[in-house]
């Protein structure tokens, strides 16, 4: 069994930063990716981004790209989702997932942690 738990959502002013991680647990293979996605009020849930557990490989969605970094602490078991100048369009639910990006199917996911962006 897998357990991921999310953690650094807050409030933060737009322009500001916030560092999420997500903290992982249990059998986990090189080849799965880990990926962030968001869930926006009243929206549907949305990529974010992804890394390879093995590390190195990278995946962002095309409206974050150049905001956000995906990383990775092999020795913490731990995702980091970097997300700077944030807007208030950020303002979602964020979660973790372990899965595959190239198939889109994610099996673990964790509870999500709250990232709400003021103007």
């Known amino acids: 069994q897998v357990q991921l738990v999310e953690s650094g959502g807050g409030l933060v002013q737009a322009g500001g930063s916030l560092r999420l991680s997500c903290a992982a647990s249990?059998?986990?293979?090189?080849?799965?990716?880990v990926g962030w996605f968001r869930q926006p009020p009243g929206k549907e849930r949305e990529f974010v981004a992804a890394i390879k557990w093995s590390g190195g490989s990278t995946r962002y969605a095309d409206s974050v790209k150049d905001r956000v970094t995906i990383s990775r602490d092999s020795a913490k078991n731990t995702v980091y989702l970097q997300m700077n100048s944030l807007k208030p369009e950020d303002t979602a639910v964020y979660y973790c997932?372990?899965?595959?990006?190239?198939?889109?199917?994610?099996?673990?996911w964790g509870q999500g942690t709250q990232v709400t962006v003021s103007s």
């Open positions: 249990g059998r986990i293979f090189s080849n799965n990716d």
């Open positions: 997932a372990l899965g595959s990006y190239y198939s889109g199917n994610y099996n673990y």
